[in-house]
């Protein structure tokens, strides 16, 4: 059973996440020991700075906020805090938290231990919310066999916080583990860290700790091979809507966003990409060759968000499908900001009335002023997601708004539609 | 350094004080919640907000210094 | 000064005293927003509740002076705080000691208002609640002018204009619930023009 004559695979894959073997033999033989990575002595902390830093490595949660800067706050902590593995991924159109949790669970928490090393944190607690429990097996079976074989350096332990889309926000999920109420946390200064108990805590994506992993371990040169100039490095993307196959996809940072697409087979001509997720942006055809990178999707007002392409197909009304995501990411909102709680709602509304064709004509107006002013207005992100998709979407669909304010319903509303929502959203 | 106005959306609860006594600064959107455009208190408020932050019965106004760096 | 004096001053501030709380229980009933006029300064509202608060706590603090000058009666220092300690109306007297602990219990909550948790602050606040009807008990069960037409009216007036700013107060905060429940529900699955999802090939489990 032991497998120590597998050879290492070539220097040319070890940027990738998934592909390796899952079991821990297969791991360690893969890419060597956790022990001799970390180093007995205390300038291997500053060679894995340094190699993030090198890497370029943003963190794959939603934020893209760049791995190295949230590290070196997290190294100013004073030692005994807990690094939290995010895994909740509670938007529905993404997969791909729970595929590198499933896949590849200790490249995930390898990058735990990593991290906690760096910042002297004293345990390592994996989130994955309630309903997955298949997820969580398999990490549960993972930290067993680090338990068994005595691998980890600090604890490991897995919680199951309710599955919520806001759940997963960060100063939501360290409220929860600490016990308090699992919603957002008004934070004006962001570098002041999170807390749980008197001590901080550190809140990592799932995929961004096993890019960590990788890193540490092979040095920043293979995630330096992959991607552009502009953004380096690997990422998953999970590839959903009017296509075939459905699922998660490992691509090179700069992959055009329409060959991100084909990996999905796309089953109808597309007229728009969804982008990053509910809270993203569609894209129009126009942008279609748009390199899959931070400052290129940000040159078209996108973003990578959580990992999301999905394909609206030509079938499917776009304005419907904004009215359905916007009315699901209002059912959503933490209800403890009034711009959001009753802003979105609001929004939704008028969305589903121009989907119907039942356009008043104070609706845009009225629409626009509440973009605006609902905007940047909540303790967390998730009303600017949802403004920033509709603004992209009155702008990607422009054509049908204008039928649709002349009270024409679009002819196509009623097909089924192609995006995932954990319970089926109505557009009345 | 300047003065500014921070609202915490979670503990805003509608009450509208801080825009009775701010009009020039805060405005109130359609549900009564307070919308600040983020430009530096001028002295001659500065008096008026210290009675709003006092008067907000959630607490949820705040000035706050900002140097130039952040 | 003699005993009599106390006495009278005892007694009008005592009345004084339980107006000024009155107002203050109103003012701070009807506080809640939205539902005020557009033109009505609530700020205005807020801080004539708190001083009016500060007005009563003056007058109290006078009563209570005087009505341990007083030699007439004994009620010694102890009972100013420590509740049913007073050898003269044991139990009315001690109402109102206990009100007065909770008047000071919300006077220092508030001088330390910004360093503790606002949620330790409101609770003591609501605790306030009590001073009312405790500061009323005491007037009729210990007040010598308890039995007066015009002192019953007044208690009277007062306990009308509490419980009609209370019924505001709680319509308003059902209104004010069902307003934000109602924008926060996720919507039924349930009617016609059911768009559902296809979630075929999905890796998302269970």
Known sequence: MSSSVREAPPRSELHRLLGHPIDLAGHVATHGPLAVAMGEHTSWQGALAASLEASGLAGRGGGGFPSSIKLAAASAYRHGGTLVVNGMEGEPASDKDKVVLTRAPHLVLDGAQFLAALCRAREVVVCIPTGRNGVAAAVQQAISERAVARYARVSETIVRPPDRFVAGEESALASWVDGRDGLPVFRPDKSVPLRIGKRPALVHNAETLAHIALIARHGPEPFLARGLAEERGTCLVTVSGAVAQPGVVEVDRGTPLWDIALRGTPTEPAQALLVGGYGGNWVGPQHFATPYASVSLRTIGASAGVGVVAVLGQSTCGVAETARIARYLAGQSAGQCGPCVLGLPAIADDLARLARGQADGGLMARLQRRLIEVDGRGACRHPDGAVSLVRSALDVFAGDVGAHLRGEPCAHWRHLSSLPFPRPITLT | ?70 | MNSTMFWYITRATGIVTLVLLTATMVLGLTTTSRARARNWPGFAQQELHRRFSMMAMVFLAIHVLTSILDTYVHIGWAAIVVPFTSPYSRFWVGLGTVAVDLMAAVFISSLLRSRIRPSVWRGIHWLAYGCWPLALAHTFGVGTDAGQAWVIALGVACIVSVLVALSWRLRSTARRAATLSAANTEPNPATRLLVTSSAKGSLREQ
Not at chain 2, 21 to 46: F, H, K, Q, S, T
């Open chain 2, 1 to 70: 350094m300047t003065l500014h106005i921070t609202i915490d959306p979670v503990a805003c609860d509608a009450y509208g004080y801080c825009a009775e006594l701010l009009p020039e600064a805060i405005v109130l959107d359609e549900w009564g919640y307070p919308i600040v455009d983020g430009r530096p208190l001028p002295a001659e408020l500065v008096a008026l907000a210290t009675r709003a932050v006092r008067d907000c019965p959630r607490r949820a106004i705040t000035v706050t210094r900002k140097t130039r760096a952040s």
